[in-house]
């Protein structure tokens, strides 16, 4: 027998639409349209958006769900940096079990459904002889699939040409089935390595038709520009919409005029970038006394050269962030800070950046709130993206392919002041328009 078909009643779609009633059947979005146009199915679940944001769901570009929820084991990062990260990391690793790994990745995993964020591509260390983290990932990713979409890339952490059996592991680990290659040539010894390595894994990801996610130039040196290797490579091996450049921290603090170089050459090679925000701007300008750069990419620069530009949330209680809980907005709304993205139009692609944009970095098929795409979608106390993105809005209700797998109460708090409403409503209707 075939589910019950289910229908979103009264809800306002992120393009402004309200009173939209949206169909859900046999795991596909059927029919949108205005109450009047679209009767009520016979024996459809009903569900009432009370007016409220019915958006896609949130998609995390860039996450380590093998590191997540260790943090403090066996201790915290104390100078706050990438480096002693990454040194804290490879004293926990011989500690780690296969079991522990799973378990704190589902754990996670319910986090982030909770949260109405239905697809994550993690990184994976590869650096491992047991491959353990690779075996607890992929056993994860099948156990959490009818829920949650996971992409797994290929992850040397330890460096490609840094870490001696790195280039056996890796190709070990895209045959156990890891999705995409990834990489961290700022992490090889040399300049000269960091550029070799990239040659190596795109020429890799060419022969296996795969894509390309590396952790590229996340230092504050002006003179990492190893992005610059990976579009070159990127051209040559014709992997044009295939290859995305995670961090790019180093962009931040470049020259303007070699940057105006740069931008073209990403667009021209159709090349992805993820950003991330929170990471971003705590892990970099630790070595910096007064002013502090920020760190993160060049974002609303690299969107005006027409790269698609995705925000991650990279790290949740682990070596590198003490912080986090699967909310795709709190990554928005802080990239939206740091990059100064203030404008109407700019909280929109902030927005953008944890929806469409990062469902393009992931190569999603079927994502949107049209006719024909999966019935994924997450209902929103909020009125408008810009207003979700404001108030880190309430997940009311997450929906995955037609079923809803969580539910929140509103949030709301009871007054007793003088003359004044019994409950609190944080949403205004305000009136938004760009001065252009
Ligand atoms: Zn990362």
């Excluded at 104390?78 to 296969?98: D, F, R, V």
């Excluded at 949260?115 to 156990?143: E, F, N, Y």
Aim: charged residues 20%; contains cysteine; glycine residues 8%.
């Amino acid at each position: 027998m075939n589910p019950p078909p289910l229908l979103v009643d009264n809800a306002t779609l992120p393009d402004g639409r309200t009173g939209m009633r949206v169909w859900a059947q046999d795991g596909l979005i059927h029919a949108v349209a205005p109450a009047h146009a679209l009767p009520e199915p016979p024996g459809a679940q009903r569900l009432d958006a009370q007016g409220w944001l019915l958006s896609p769901p949130f998609v995390d570009a860039h996450f380590h769900l093998d590191s997540t929820l260790s943090h403090g084991l066996p201790r915290v990062n104390a100078s706050g940096t990438l480096l002693e990260g990454i040194a804290l990391w490879g004293e926990l690793k011989p500690q780690l079990t296969e079991e522990a790994i799973a378990e704190r990745a589902m754990q996670y995993c319910d986090w982030a459904v909770a949260r109405g964020l239905l697809a994550i591509r993690s990184h994976v260390d590869v650096c491992d002889p047991r491959l353990l983290a690779v075996r607890a990932l992929l056993d994860v990713k099948k156990r959490v699939a009818p829920y949650l979409s996971l992409q797994l890339v290929a992850f040397p952490q330890d460096g490609l040409l840094r870490s001696p059996d790195a280039p056996a592991l890796l190709r070990q680990a895209l045959d156990l089935g890891v999705d995409v290659v990834g990489g961290i040539p700022h992490f090889e010894r040399t300049s000269a390595d960091g550029t070799e390595s990239i040659r190596w894994l795109c020429e890799l990801a060419a022969q296996r038709g795969l894509s390309v996610d590396m952790h590229c130039d996340e230092t504050d040196d002006p003179l990492s520009r190893h992005i610059e290797t990976l579009a070159f490579h990127t051209q040559r091996l014709g992997l044009h919409g295939r290859v995305t450049g995670s961090h790019l921290t180093s962009m931040h603090s470049m020259d303007n005029a070699y940057v105006a170089k740069l931008l073209p050459l990403l667009a021209e090679a159709d090349m992805q970038v993820v950003a991330n925000p929170l990471i971003n701007i705590t892990l970099q300008g630790r070595l910096d006394s007064y002013p502090k750069r920020r760190g993160m990419t060049r974002v609303p620069e690299l969107l005006a050269a027409g790269v698609n530009v995705a925000f991650g949330h990279d790290c949740v209680l682990d070596p590198w962030y003490s912080f986090g809980s699967a909310c795709m907005l709190e990554v928005a709304a802080m990239g939206m800070h740091v990059a100064q993205m203030t404008s109407s139009s700019a909280q929109r692609q902030c927005y953008d950046a944890v929806t469409v944009n990062a469902a393009r970095v992931l190569g999603l098929q079927g994502y949107g709130l049209e006719v024909g795409c999966r019935a994924d979608f997450v209902l929103l106390q909020a009125r408008s993206p810009e207003e979700a993105l404001r108030l880190r809005a309430q997940r009311l209700a997450v929906v995955r392919a037609g079923h809803v797998v969580a539910r929140m109460a509103p949030a709301t708090a009871e007054l007793d002041l003088p003359g004044r409403p019994n409950a609190v409503d944080w949403t205004v209707d305000l009136k938004r328009q760009d001065a252009d």
